[in-house]
Every structure is written in C-alpha cells, then in structure tokens.
C-alpha cells in the first residue's frame, strides 16, 4: 500500500519509524487497529455477523495472535430458556477464530475446517456481558489453530471451543498485514 | 393433555386407536407433527431462530430419532466468501440436535453440553438449498447424543456434527410426548 | 510398479484387465488388500499398533473410502471399570481415519489436525468383539476427512468419531495407489 | 476413614491440623499425593494405562483442580512417522481428564461423553519429554468438564483438548476425598 493511505499509515509513517514508544506497545495498537478494520470488513460484506451480531459486538483489545471481544446480550441471541443460545456462541467460536487470524496479519481469513464448542456454565441473559479471550495458538502457511474462552458475567467460564481454520488462500489477499503483525514467519 | 386439545389428539382418538394403517406411520406422522410444533414455538420463544432462520428453515420428514430439514440460503447466512457461514451451520448443529430429541418426545430439549462440526465442503450460496439430516443417537435420562449431516446442491457432505445434550431437567415438561415417541423407553 | 511384483499385480494382470467380474468387485479386492497391507505397515513401523492392537485388530472388509475392522477387547484395552477404554476407542478413531485414508489409495496417510470422539454406550468388556466401520467422507489434496462409528456386541452405538487429516505430503510417498483406488480424482 | 490408615492421614493428623504451613500449601501437597494415589490405581487396576504408559508417565505437580504431567516418549507411543501417535496423545487426553477430576477429590472418576484433541506440532520423538498441564474446568454433581495442553520439548503448543465426563455415579466411592480437596462444593 502507498505511504499516506489507509490504516498501514502506522507502520510506514516517519512517527513511526521514529518513536520512542516501545515497538511492543505500537504492534498492539497496530494488532488493534488492523483487527478492528477486519470486523467492520465483517460487518459491511458478510451476512450473518451484521444480522446477529452488528454494534453489539467490540473489540476490546488485540495483539498479534490474541483478540480480547464482547457480546451485549441481546433477545435475537438468545433460546427458549432465555439465556444466549449455543449457537451464538458457536458463530462467536468461528468469528472469533477469525479475528485472531486476522490479529496475526490476515484480512482474508480462510475457511474452517474443524470447529467445536464445551457449554460449561449459561453465558447469561439479556443485558449481561459475555466476555471473550481468543488465541491464534498456531499460525502456518495451510492451517491456522485458534481457542476460545468466553466468561459470564458471574466470572465463570461460560464455553470454551478450538476452530481450525484453512488459511492457503488468505495469504495471497492484498490487504493482509502479515509481515508487519507476523514479522517472525 | 386433554383428548380433543392439541396435537396429541392424534395419539388419543379413537380414530388413531382403531387405526389399520401400520402403526409405523402413525409414528412418523405423530413425529412430524411434534417436531413442526416445536420447530414453531422455538420460532415464537427463542431470540436465535426467528432472527437467523425464520420461514427459511423448514422440517420435511420427521420419525422417532429422525428429522430431516432444509435452509434456503439467504444473504443473512452468509461470510465474506458469500457462500454459508460456519456459524450458521453451528447454528442448525444446536437447533438440529434439538430437533432431533423432539422426535423422541421432548418438548424441553435441554442444553448443549458438546457441540462439534467439521466442514467438509461448501454449503452453497444464496438461493441455493441445504439439506439436513439429523438423529438421536442415544436418548438416556440425562444426556441425548445427537449427529447431523448436511448436504449441499451438488450432494456432497457439506458438513457433519455432533452435539451432546443435558436433559435430565427437560423431562419434566408438561407438553412431552415421551409416552408416546419413545415407548420402548 | 513393475508387473509381477508386490500387491499391484492386481492391477496389472491380464487376469485383472481381461475379468468378466464387474469391476467393482475387484475394486473392493484391490481396496482390502491394500488396506490390509497398510494395517501390517502400521503393525511392523509403528509403535503404538503392535503395542495396543496387534493381532487382536482386524481389517474385515474394505472399498475405496471404507473400511470394517473389529477388536477383540483385551486386558489392555479396559479402564477401571473393566470395560473398554476411551483411550483404546480413540486410538481406533485415529487408526480408523488412516485406513480409511488408505482404503482411497494412499500408502502414507498424513498427520492428524483434528479428532473427536463422542462415547455414547460401553464398548464391551474383555472377550467382547468391538466392530468398527469408518468412511473417508472427503479426500481432497491437503485435507481427508473421516467419520467412523462403533457398534457394541449388543448392536449399540459404543463411539462415533471424526478425524481431520493433513496428507499434503502423503501424496509422494512411492507406495501410493491413488490412480488405481481413486481413479476419479 | 479410621486416622492412622492410608493417604487420608494428611488431612486427620494433629500435624497437619496443627501446621503453621499455609493452607494452600496442604491443599496442593494433599491433592499431589491423591492425584499420584488414583494414577497408581490407574497403573494398579486398569488395564490401558500400565500397557502403554507404565512407569514413563510422571504426574509432577497437582493442586485442585490442576495437574501437570509428563511422558518419557518410548518406541510404543510413536507412529510411522518416528513421532509420538495421535492416539498416545488422545488417551492422555483421556487419563489426564480422569486426573483432573481426581485432583478436585474424585478416586472414581467417571466415563467419557466428549473427546476433543486438535494436533499442532509434532510431539516429539523417542527420548524426548512430553509436557501436560490438565485443568478440571468445571466440577458438577452430573459433569465435569477439562481442558488439556501439551507442550513438546521446543515449547510448542504439540496439541490441545477436551474432555467432558460423566460423574453422577463417581461420587458414591468411599475413597472419594472431595470434602478435602473441593471444600467449596
């Protein structure tokens, strides 16, 4: 991408190069900006996540290889016992797995090969928060491997799940950020 | 239930009784009936599945342990690859299974403990038809297990799943039909 | 391979290509046979198969993309309780995926990314036979995935499972039969 | 049990009533020395575990409701490919769950319902060591629920997993130490 132009600005502008902050402070923010850039890339080209998820959805915080997210709890999430429902959950368990792709440097994401999903605890009702850790645990040319942890709002691990995840073909999509977020591979 | 009320005049007219066509069929036509009522009340009560599937989701043959189903893709279904989302077939894993443990007579049909999918294919793009074909594979006091297959326009197993489910409370359920699903049990 | 020599000569003797049996027949011989041929690799290779399985594991039947093979449950496959253990039935699940993978033609049969296993019923106790049928539900380039199920001496489900395999490298291996199993692809 | 018999001392003895150590402390040595108890009865009673684990696996610490063991890798854990075969890895997934409900005071540990494991690297070769940490995520009267991570001798994350259990019956064993090690319950 050409200098002065979209969110890569970051990386290649003169503040930059020459900050004095620490290099691992300006990867998060970067990590969370680019992150950021894919949800709403979620939100404005795909279907489901604008129909079920929309603004109830945040990013909270990211660095490459870790999304932090949240759910407002909704009516449209929810089952007949009025408690989110496991397969808002399960699409959080694939969008997350995603996002923590995207946080190692992918725009394109790829297609999920495996994906399951452990209900511990309810993950509440409407108005409750329901808090997400999800890591990309390993990040190769073909495959991608990330969990997912979700917290109720009691403090409880809600679910957990694992979404493997084939990235072959992410890899060659224009906007991706990989060298700057996955510097190391 | 009162003879003369509800879906289950079906079991308890005289009509049924006396009945000469094979008792198997009356099963199946008693099963269908059960799992569309409780496909209608998870469109009434539940936030999920009036927002993500609604009138697109539609049982076409149910018996005791058995029900198949089919989704008309529609842009809310879809990833940025506008083919079906993962999370929207996790979705129909969730909902599935339940379906499944209607057929055996449950109105209740608990909770998720375990669900997993593995993505084989594509399941089609908008306008296409996805195929579903889930069971109940074991039906104990506390825990259903359940498995699906999903087919796609070209017959090729788009997905399959598994989903383990606690029903030791949803026995309890005033509108069951265990009785008369599941009398072997 | 060279005509005459090694388990191809199925494949390329008069006898094979001049038969008056309907091809498919000899497709299921040749698929057996190779299977079988696998099954003894892992036996004399591996360490885990002769150390867990050995004799006591039997391929039974075998066609391009499945197999049937049977355990009788020894001492060392059992638990605590005597009864078969989930241990041995997902070393099966593992097992089962690589011929099933072989039973499509490869000699070589790649690392697992992903494997599920859902116990449904007890497996059997020692001097029971634990039968198995496992499908390679997709063979692709990269990725094979199968799907197996275990039945009990009482005809129950015992286990069902699934396995995601990566045989991007499987695909070099000088033993493969691919273009004879899976002469579609 | 009678003071003065077996490992149930720790917790009766004046010692251990009267000790100035940390609580904490007690609890971790009290559940390190019920968790090496139970997998002594595994080693002892079982018949899976001394085939193909015996004396090369080491649980190396335990507190409630955690338990970190290790592999010696041998000749009878690997597969083909010289490495250690996904099926040693899934019944670790197995044992290590039985060993995480142990460490909450369980000596009867359950069945399986749900076995997960997702392969990312290499686990590696004889003579390597193979890390586990084995944590009971949630500890119920009907369910208890694990996760696993394993660790290779490069640090990597080798595979991961899930373990749901079935423990309604496990509760009734008289060596059950679950007044002593989950004292919250």
Redesign the interface.
């Known amino acids: 991408m050409t200098p002065g132009h979209g969110i890569w600005d970051l990386f290649t502008s003169s503040t930059f190069l020459s900050s004095s902050t620490p290099i691992k402070i300006n990867f998060k923010m970067a990590a969370l900006r680019f992150v950021k850039s894919v949800l709403l890339?979620?939100q404005k080209?795909?279907?489901?996540e604008?129909?079920?998820f929309g603004e109830n959805l945040r990013v909270t915080a990211a660095e490459p290889g870790r999304v932090d997210f949240e759910l407002d709890i909704?009516?449209?999430?929810?089952?007949?016992?009025d408690i989110i429902?496991?397969?808002?959950i399960?699409?959080?368990?694939?969008?997350g797995g995603s996002l923590a792709v995207a946080s190692k440097g992918l725009y394109?994401t790829g297609?999920?090969?495996?994906?399951?999903?452990?209900?511990?605890?309810s993950g509440g009702r409407v108005g409750d928060v329901l808090k997400a850790v999800v890591k990309c645990?390993?990040f190769g040319k073909?495959?991608a491997?990330t969990?997912i942890q979700f917290t109720n709002s009691k403090g409880?691990?809600a679910a957990?799940g694992?979404h493997?995840k084939?990235i072959?073909l992410a890899w060659k999509h224009p906007e991706n950020a990989v060298d700057q977020l996955s510097p190391q591979k």
């Open positions: 890339s979620f080209e795909s279907g489901l604008p129909r079920l909704k009516k449209e999430h929810t089952n007949r016992l429902h496991g397969g808002a399960a699409s959080m368990v694939d969008l394109a297609v999920s090969t495996d994906l399951n999903v452990t209900y511990l605890s645990d390993k073909t495959l491997y969990s409880e691990i957990r694992s493997t084939y072959a």
